[in-house]
């Protein structure tokens, strides 16, 4: 029985916390890439299509509301078939947590600590990962109220701090785009930034306070997080100019370094790039929670035995980064990067989709024959 409570407003900045999940090294760089100057374009597209996967989840999150993900799963499907779909669902947020922590740690070891091994690096974010795989949704809940007020306020301190070095002759070409480029943008975009949200559909909407506002805060956190995600391209773009941020594989790291305070306080940028340290170690934390919960609804496993098998989910995937993804980092970098994440989270989405119709499904007959 799942005791916990949480409001409905710390359940939407959960929902935008998971959103920024996949921003850093993987959205920006390849709609850099593929949108050039027209970025604007395939963000007011990818937002309309976006809505449409909200209208989704939220159908989801409001089907069976004493039940998470999981709970649902048991009631739809015969017991083997249930454990067949929670497995195969958990092994894909397994391989997401994989991604997600690689590119933190790629990021970490690119950018700050070059002569660290990445061993050491894992090992480090592996602290906090440890101490949220203990914890429950709303202690993560107030994590994720933490993330978000740094990152908006260091959002605001960098768009105003970096707004004189705009340059509106950088976004020229206005129409720089074809329908193909832009259609796989729009697709990328929307599945690898909208699917891992789609994880807090493990918090039964029982379990949320004020349950009837979550619409409009899904809603209303949506667009506020397309806005801010228009404003870091924007001032991406309209700084370094795109030819500039395409050869880097963090332009948003990039562009904070041409920032400087009251013309002599340097290297600030370290400081406001830590709200994307925050936000990746945030989904990270969540994922492992999203694992820990499918671990006790598949193997009716007590607390104890949870928590430990918790711990063998968190040093996995540490293995997994150094073993086969570090080595094979160039080759990563070269635009493939996005094939892996994003045919995960499809694969994600497709699965609870499914589950939806077919539960919908097996209810009506039921109904139709009592």
Known sequence: MN????????????????????????IFPYILHESKTSFYISLGISFVVGLFLIFIYLRIFNFMPDKDIFKKIEAIFPKWISKC??????????????IIIWRL?????????????NLFIGLLIAAPLLYASTTDFDVIGRLATFCLAVAFLLLVFNVVSLFSQVDMNNLKPLLNFDLMHTGKSVLVFTFIVLVPAFLTLVIPKDNVTNSNKVT????????????????????????????????????????????????????????????WVLLMTFAGSFCLLFLKSGLKSLFNFDKKKTQLSSLLFIFLPFLGIVLFMLPYEIYLNKFQYVIVP??????????LVLIFVIGKIIFKIKKITV
């Not at 005791?3 to 993987?26: A, D, E, P, V």
């Not at 779909?85 to 994989?98: E, H, R, Y």
């Not at 740690?105 to 091994?117: C, K, M, R």
């Not at 995960?344 to 989405?349: E, L, Y």
């Open 3 to 26: 005791r916990y409570k949480i409001s409905s407003l710390t359940f939407s900045l959960i929902f935008m916390c998971m959103l920024n999940s996949s921003l850093l090294g993987i």
């Open 85 to 98: 779909v929670s497995f195969i669902l958990m092994m894909l947020v397994f391989l997401l947590t994989i």
């Open 105 to 117: 740690v790629t990021f970490i070891s690119s950018e700050f600590l070059v002569e660290t091994p």
């Open 216 to 275: 409009r805060s899904i809603l209303s956190i949506y667009t506020l997080e397309m806005i801010s995600i228009f404003l870091i391209f924007f001032i991406i773009v309209s700084v370094l100019g795109i030819n500039i941020a395409n050869i880097y594989t963090f332009p948003s790291y990039a562009v904070l370094k041409t920032l400087s305070v009251l013309s002599f306080i340097q290297n600030t940028e370290n400081i406001s790039i830590l709200v």
């Open 342 to 351: 994003w045919a995960i989270n499809v694969s994600i989405f497709v699965i």
